[in-house]
Structure formats: structure tokens, C-alpha cells
């Protein structure tokens, strides 16, 4: 079991999917490709702040953290340290900004849509919109962005680092899906999506809601198999290995599979981890890089009257997994 | 000295200079210019210093795809650092891969172009199509997957997006692993290509300066853009031969203050410093000079200065800027910036701030104007960026 120094604990958590939906009773099952919600007004009432030139990407992103953040008993520390992450970042506005630019007319670009499509913008906004100034690192490492993020976010809280962390993913998607399909490439079946998710995460108990168990990677397959060992089994052993050691008899487990992981892997694992339901939080927020972000604050969406384990399983395209566990404590009385 | 931090190994460059730290170091210690002068758009008429690598133009031709001249570029910073280190192909398995870039806006470019210029698309899909061709911005971290495969990583991957200091904040990143234990070593690239639409944006915030960059000068106007790609190989701190540099304190703060600029009186930049030096256990009389910053913005240089100014209470060490020699390579700054600094301490000198003439009395200090002789000690340097995203590491030399 991959014990850790110090327990982390969940503090609060959100998750804003694509009708800016943020709480259980607003949940909806996608049945189609979403169109953008407009989140101009939620920012404007969850900051007091007139973000009026940012992107609907960092709309999303302000709104889950803000939702995060008012969700917590205590006022949030100011060392808190902001751990973003994003698969694509601002789409939109990065596209409109290369039509500006290299489009029929080659003109130039317009100075908010650039300062939109930085990198570090997002994030920024989100300490703003906090009032933290402390450490802001944004990660975007494709389907993998969140759980990195969330990696670091662990590390930075375990080693003193900062007093709290608040590791959060979003994406945003866009239309047309055949264009979209060229950045995110997804199944027919597959619904695409967007949405936000945030943890608040600190070293004090007191109020938690829950707590991080692991962040763990497994190799991609062409490591995991010496030998002329099966592919699909040695890696349900390491996935299998690395979930197990936390199952107990008095926790109810989920498992909440990614939207890269195939019917093969996930019927495996089950079979492997015969105690584990299957919760799919996909079918809310549709697929997306940072979707588990979404998935692992969506556990949290209820208070618990008992305590359960959840672990999100995702894989990318090269084959590299990441595995992160959480568990969700009962509400107190 | 302290023993805290992490050693640096092994360095790589490719930049305006050409390939190589040593080629890197000569053309610091020659005061050799190394920029193309280029128009940005057909409606402005004036022409801007631009450093691109040099051949970058055929290179891209020549490729058939633009991964093929971006991976060919990382790699041959990655091959030189590994040399240095002394590293094979077993050393780079359970290497951890850290990128530091804000975005690879290129690779986005040189697609769009060559689907709206032909429609027999030379990256071999979508044939027939005609334009406007869709743009496929696929996420800044598929560079780093794909060069993880190709040099056989099985660590963690992980790219860092955090504008101008992406790949300091991926060496402060690589620097915690490490001294958690949480990895043995890691390569952290600082890649960045100058994309039209990047030079386009900062035009629109006016922050160019068409004759070059000046820091800290009276007459600054602004930034001169700049490519390069550096790798900086690092790995845990042993007595060994190897252990002349290390990086050992580092910060990350986030300044709110304004999206593009950081507060003026230099309070952020203080913050930032201070951190990073307290992190060693030093106070900053032991800090032998500082590798600033330097964008040469008015606004950004005024604001780093103060933060200089009040940080060592009016008795600045030597400072420096590079951004005048290699231009700003953006979230590539980090690494390439550092690596150049390494490589001119190495080559026993601390170099002049190439650009600068004439002291600003707004900012009341001026940096070097003269080589210095280098010598063991310590040395802050420091990133900021879009975003109020600020970093300071300190490398510890000898």
C-alpha cells in the first residue's frame, strides 16, 4: 500500500458540469453533445468581481473553485497553493485568435483574446478571485492533467510546502464535434463535455469531509510486461494491487472509471475487485481531459451516512494510468 | 555552504546562437547579436528583432510535420545534456520528464498553414480539403508524451503551463520530487518556438520593443522575442564530481495584482526572493549576484528592481539580464536562461547585461555593464510572468 506521511484531508469539494450544474438535485444525463452554458452572472455573484473580458474556460474554472471554496467550515488559509490543470486550456478564444491572425484577412489579434489563451491566465484568475497569493502551478498534461495536479497538490501539503492546496481540472468544449473530435479524440458513443472540479485539501481534520488516500501511476503497458506476460492482466494486477490493500469490510467501494478506460479494463478490474460498484459520472459531465476532476469532487455532490472508498481509474492514449483513491467520511451529526 | 537541494548534471541548449551551450556562452561572451529582423503583420510597416533559431525556416520546410522539427530540437538539447551527465538510455527509464512551455502554439501554426496553403496536407490526412482548414490545438502535454516514448521514460510525465515561468516552475516541480524522494532524477525541458499568432498578442499589448530588448535601460520599451529549448538534467544531491551545481532553494508565488504586470513597488518580487532565499537558510548578504528577470517592459523591470532594491535594502549584488542575447523565450526562459547562466559560470564569468546602456533613474540601479569574474557562492534567479506568476530559484555554485 502506498501509505503516505500524513493523512491529506478533503476539506470541501465541487464539481460544475455543463448546465453549470453543481449540487446532486441539478444533475443531468447528457443524451447529446452540450452547448456552452453562459456563466457570466454565476461569476459575477460568487466573486463581486466584473470578470467580464475573461473566456467561458475560465468562467468554468472560477465558478468550481469559488463553489469549492464557500463550501468549506473555515475561511480558506492564505498559503494555500492553487494546483489547475487543463487538457486543451482556452479553446475558444485560441481559436478565434488564430483566425484573427493567419485567417483570409491576417490581421492581429485582439489584446483580450491573447491575454485569455495564456497559459497562466486561468489560474490567475482563480487566485484573484480567492485572494491567494501563494503558490499557482497549472499543469496540462492531457488525460492525466488532474490526477498530476492532484499529485503535486499532496506532495506540496505533506511536505509543509503549503498549509492547504486546492488542485482543480477543467475544460471546455466546442463546437462543431467533428473539429472538436480533432483535439479530443473520442468513440461515437461517446458524449463530449466540459465542466469543472475542485478539492480543498489541508493536514487539519477538523469539518473534513473526506480524505486522499493515493495518487498512483501505472506504467503503460510496454514496461508493465516482462516477459511474454499477457498486456490486459499484468495490468489488472497492478491496478487490482494498487486498490485492494485500501478495501475494507465495513466501506461500501466505487469504482469510477475514466473516459479512456475500455469495457475490457473496467469488466477486469471488476472482476478482480468483486466488493467495487461501478458509479458513472461521465453520463453528467460527458468526456473531457480534466473529466475526472468532475468525478472524484462529484463523490462529495451528498453528505455520506457512512464512509466510502472511491478510486478513479483513467488511462491516455500512450497507455500510462493513474489511479486515485478517496475516501468519503460520514457527515457529522 | 548548505547541502540542501538538488544537483544539476547535465545541460542542453538550442537557441538564437545555434546549438549548444558552448556556442551559447561564446555568443554571450562576444556580445554577438543573434536576431533577424521580421514584419508581424502587412498592416504594420515596422520591422522587430526577433531571435529564432538559426535555420528554423528551411528546418520547417524541410520536416514534414511539425513534430518532426519540434522533437528534433528538444531532442538534440536533451542528447547534449545527456552527454554531460553521462547518461544512457537505462538512466532515462525511470527518469521523470518535465516540460515547461507555454503551449506550443507553432505546431498549431505550422498545421493551420500548411492545410490552408495545400490542400494535399503535408501531415497527411484531410486530403482534398479545402480551406479554412479545422485547427487541431491539441493540449500542451502531448510534446511531452510523445518525447517520453521516444526516449523510453517510464517516470512520471508532466508538463508545466504557466506562461514565462513554466520551465522555472518545472525545475522548482522536478527540485520537490527529488528531495521528497519521490523520484531520483528528472529532465526538465524549457521548449518554446516563436508562433505568429504569439508575436501578434504581445504586439496587441504594445509590449514590443521593435529595436531590441533593453533591460533595465532608461530607454526600454519592451520585449524582443525569442525561441530556444534547453534541458537541464537533475538528480538527488551525492558527494560526488559531479556535484558543482545544485539548485537549492526555489518560490512560487502568485501576484493578483494585474494579469499582465506585477505590482509596481516591487513588493511581489520581493515576496518571491525572500522565499527562495529562506528555503537555503541564507539571508540575502549571501547572495553573489542575480540573474534577473529582465523583460525590459517598463513596467516589469521597474517592478522587479524595487523588489531588488528593497530585498537587499539598498546594497544590491551584480545583476544581470540575458534577454538581450537570446530574446525572451517565454515559458522556455527557465531552463534555457539557467543553462546559459551555468554555462558562463562554467566558462568563469558572469556576463554583462547585453542591451542595457543607460540607467534609469526611476529604478535608481543598474546592472552589469562588464563581465564579472564568477566565483562559488550563491545566485537567485528569477522568473515572472503573465499571470502575477512569479519564481525565484537559488543555484548554489562550487
Redesign the interface.
Known sequence: MDKRKDPVYILSASAVGPNADATAAERRVLKTDPESCDFQDIVRQLTMHDFRRIGHFSEISVTGSQIAIRRMAHPISPNTG?YFS????E?KK??S????????E??????Y???N?????T???V??AA????????????EL?FE?ALR?AQ??I??G?VDCALPGGADELSHPR??HM??IKLEDRQIMGEGSGWLCLGKNSRNAIGELLMVK?I??PE?LCRGNGDVLSEWLNVAADAISPWITEHEKTYLLPGFRLDKKHIEGLLNRLPQAEIKNYLKYCGCF?TAAAFGIASVFDQPHSEPALYFHVNS???G?TMVVGVRAFPAQP | MSNKGVNIIGIGAVSSCGAGVKTLVEHIREGLDSTSLVSI????PERFKVSFIPGREEAVKRAKTAEEFIDAVILKAVNEAMIQAEADSKFLKDCALIIGS??FMLE??IE??IK?LSPKSLIGEQKGETM?A?????????I??RI??RLGI?G????????C??SA?AML?AG??IE?G?IKKAIVIGAEFIS??TV??????MLLDPGGCKPFDADRRGIQMGEACAAIIMEKKEKTSKDRYSLCGWA?????HN??SSRLNGA?AY?VMLKAIKQVGIEPRDVTAIKAHGIATPDNDTAEAGGISLLFDGAAPPFTALKGYIGHTL?ACGAIETAAFIGCLDAGFIPRTFGFSEIDPAIGIAPLKTHLDAKRGYYLLNFF?????NTSLVLRYG
Request: net charge negative; proline share 5%.
Open positions: 492553487i487543463t487538457g486543451l486550456g479553446v485560441t481559436v485568435m488564430f483566425e484573427q491572425v493567419l485567417g483570409h491576417e490581421g492581429l489579434v485582439s489584446p483574446s491573447f491575454v489563451s495564456v497559459s497562466s491566465t489560474s490567475f484568475y487566485a484573484k485572494r491567494i497569493e501563494s503558490r499557482n502551478i497549472t499543469v496540462s498534461q492531457e492533467s498530476i503535486l506532495t506540496d505533506e511536505d510546502t467533428s473539429e480533432r483535439r501511476e506504467p503503460a514496461c481531459h491516455n492514449l500512450y500510462r | 503583420s502587412p498592416s504594420i507555454s503551449g498549431a501554426e493551420y498553414r490552408n479554412p479545422p485547427l487541431a490545438r491539441l493540449g500542451a502535454g502531448h511531452a508524451s517520453a516514448r517510464n512520471p510525465v508532466i508538463t508545466i503551463t504557466t506562461a515561468t513554466s516552475n516541480a520537490g520530487m521528497r519521490d505568429a499568432v501578434s498578442g504581445f504586439n496587441s499589448l512560487n508565488l502568485c501576484d493578483t494579469v499582465v511581489s515576496d515559458g510572468g503573465f499571470g502575477g506568476n
